[in-house]
């Protein structure tokens, strides 16, 4: 039985002019994609921007979506962090505040051997919250391999993998060698992970458009390819942002195109060209079906 099903949304972090973070709005959005039909949230995730939140941000920002919820959709609380022993205590804050899940990183910092990289997930695997193990070779030194997740699998509350590396093949073999739960974690993917078997979608842009990601991703999964195929030929261009290393940036703009404001990025993430800004808007124009510049 799986756990985390459907279209899980990795939150922004909606930040105020002065960088400060907006609490209010972020309680709001929460409450939109929830109303909107998301299956679930996943706050202080690398989209979060969690690596430049305080201590106290990053707790407060967990603790307010976890009682905007209010228990209506699950929320799995990213723990990325340098050491084993802060990811731990992230682990457990998410789960004292009563968070369904965690999205667990290996270990960050430098490129770990492969028994480390199993010590870290023994020791989360402790804290008794389920796991979801993140594997995102683009922008970390482990490659989590269907071999490697075959491993972890073993450990007792390791259930699931958000799978990024972007292969879609990588899904067929988890499948085939794990009993893990496969969440897609790249947008560009978001309709061949249902269509090759991912039950989950931890995801970008639905952070603007939820009610299209939702359809997309339902469609897929009932193997609807006709139906499916031309929404996603919509969505990919947007969908394509979410695989860049300025995806933070690209998804904020998208929500203040969906009216769903979200503010600046924290430095050392800045502003986009005005040039991307416009190719973004066309690009969500174009997801919307409304004119497209030329």
């Known amino acids: 039985m799986t756990k985390f099903n459907g279209v899980h949304v990795a939150l922004v972090t909606p930040m105020k002019k002065d960088y400060s973070v907006d609490f209010t709005r972020l309680t709001e959005i929460c409450n939109w994609l929830i109303d909107e039909g998301v299956d679930g949230l996943v706050p202080a995730g690398s989209l979060g921007e969690y690596a430049t939140l305080s201590h106290e941000e990053r707790a407060k920002v967990v603790e307010t979506v976890i009682e905007a919820s209010n228990n209506r959709v699950p929320v799995i609380v990213g723990t990325g962090a340098a050491a084993t022993q802060d990811v731990i205590y992230w682990a457990k804050h998410a789960k004292d505040n009563g968070a369904a899940g965690i999205m667990a990183l290996p270990p960050i910092n430098y490129n770990p051997l492969e028994n480390e990289v199993i010590y870290h997930y023994k020791q989360l695997s402790n804290v008794g919250i389920p796991i979801i193990a993140y594997n995102n070779p683009r922008d970390y030194a482990t490659d989590l391999t269907p071999d490697l997740l075959a491993r972890l699998s073993k450990i007792e509350n390791v ?136």
């Open 159 to 294: 259930v699931a993998v958000k799978e990024f590396s972007g292969d879609i093949r990588r899904v067929h073999d988890i499948i085939e060698k794990t009993d893990l739960e496969v969440l897609i974690g790249v947008d560009d993917l978001g309709m061949e992970g249902p269509l090759s078997g991912a039950t989950g979608w931890i995801s970008g842009v639905p952070n603007a458009l939820p009610k299209e990601g939702i359809e997309l991703f339902n469609l897929a999964r009932a193997g609807k390819i006709e139906e499916a195929l031309p929404l996603y030929r919509r969505l990919l261009p947007l969908f394509h942002f979410d695989a860049q290393p300025q995806l933070v940036q690209a998804i904020k703009y998208m929500m203040e195109l969906a009216e769903q404001p979200a503010g600046p990025t924290r430095p050392p993430r800045l502003p986009l060209t005005n040039e991307e800004y416009i190719d973004i808007k066309n690009a969500f124009l174009l997801a919307k079906n409304k004119h497209v510049n030329v």
